[in-house]
């Protein structure tokens, strides 16, 4: 009897040793507060009730590291990155809404660097909101002027032959070349480049006129186009 109450007395001093080892190790893991620190606890008490806790400290470490490394960088390539590493991360959703900033951000410079109307009115109709698209529309309300080709044209095949013709031949000066149809009393078709800014007009107007084309820059509305 009396060895059989040692023996438990053994195992309960054992079991309060192995407790209290476990319960300074957790400490001793939160006081550190790294991956390292919990997975050496989680290596060292793998069926500790404190085990979830220390999973969870892992993946909120892991997913703050990712976060930090992307924002860091800060381009297209570190956030896809974190994206796919940290699918559920907390900062999933700020993650795609930095891709698709960079991504705007990205296009409104090649509108810019492009210099259409055209250009600027298709990075709108992919981003129709945002800074980028405040300033697209503030530069496309300076493109409002015209270059008139030749004469006037009293059927809309023949000013649609002269502005085949004519894109041909100008197109990459003039952006693009297009029949201006008539308007209010007037019933003559006219051939123009596309809307573009006064002094890209006032340009190419003088680079046709020296290979001996005629042409004059107008203000869009008056070829009958806003």
Request: aromatic share 6%; proline share 3%; charged share 15%.
């Given at each position: 009897?009396?060895?059989?109450?040692?023996?438990?007395?053994?195992?309960?001093?054992?079991?309060?040793?192995?407790?209290?080892?476990?319960?300074?190790?957790?400490?001793?893991?939160?006081?550190?507060?790294?991956?390292?620190?919990?997975?050496?606890?989680?290596?060292?008490h793998?069926?500790?009730?404190?085990?979830?806790?220390a999973?969870q400290?892992?993946?909120t470490l892991?997913?703050?590291?990712?976060?930090?490394?992307?924002?860091?960088?800060?381009?297209?390539?570190?956030?896809?990155?974190?994206?796919?590493?940290?699918?559920?991360?907390?900062?999933?959703?700020?993650?795609?809404?930095?891709?698709?900033?960079?991504?705007?951000?990205?296009?409104?410079?090649?509108?810019?660097?492009?210099?259409?109307?055209?250009?600027?009115?298709?990075?709108?109709?992919?981003?129709?909101?945002?800074?980028?698209?405040?300033?697209?529309?503030?530069?496309?309300?300076?493109?409002d002027?015209?270059?008139?080709?030749?004469?006037?044209?009293?059927?809309?095949?023949?000013a649609?032959?002269?502005r085949?013709?004519?894109?041909?031949k100008?197109?990459?000066?003039?952006?693009?070349?297009?029949?201006?149809?008539?308007?209010?009393?007037?019933?003559?078709?006219?051939?123009?480049?596309?809307?573009?800014?006064?002094?890209?007009?006032?340009?190419?107007?003088?680079?046709?006129?020296?290979?001996?084309?005629?042409?004059e820059?107008?203000?869009?509305?008056?070829?009958?186009?806003?």
């Amino acid at each position: 009897m009396k060895n059989l109450l040692s023996g438990l007395c053994l195992l309960c001093a054992a079991s309060l040793l192995g407790c209290s080892s476990s319960q300074a190790d957790w400490n001793q893991a939160n006081s550190q507060g790294t991956v390292a620190a919990y997975q050496a606890f989680l290596s060292q008490h793998p069926d500790d009730p404190n085990d979830a806790a220390a999973r969870q400290r892992i993946q909120t470490l892991q997913d703050e590291q990712a976060w930090t490394t992307a924002q860091g960088a800060n381009t297209l390539a570190a956030y896809q990155q974190y994206l796919s590493s940290e699918p559920s991360g907390t900062h999933a959703q700020d993650a795609h809404d930095r891709i698709t900033g960079l991504q705007r951000a990205a296009a409104f410079q090649d509108a810019k660097n492009a210099g259409t109307s055209g250009a600027l009115q298709d990075f709108l109709s992919k981003y129709p909101s945002g800074p980028e698209a405040d300033q697209a529309r503030t530069q496309l309300a300076q493109f409002d002027y015209q270059v008139q080709l030749g004469g006037t044209y009293h059927s809309s095949q023949l000013a649609q032959r002269a502005r085949t013709r004519l894109q041909d031949k100008y197109g990459k000066d003039l952006q693009s070349v297009v029949v201006v149809p008539p308007s209010g009393k007037s019933k003559s078709y006219h051939v123009a480049s596309a809307v573009m800014t006064q002094d890209q007009a006032k340009s190419a107007c003088m680079t046709l006129r020296k290979s001996g084309q005629r042409c004059e820059v107008m203000k869009a509305q008056s070829l009958g186009q806003g």
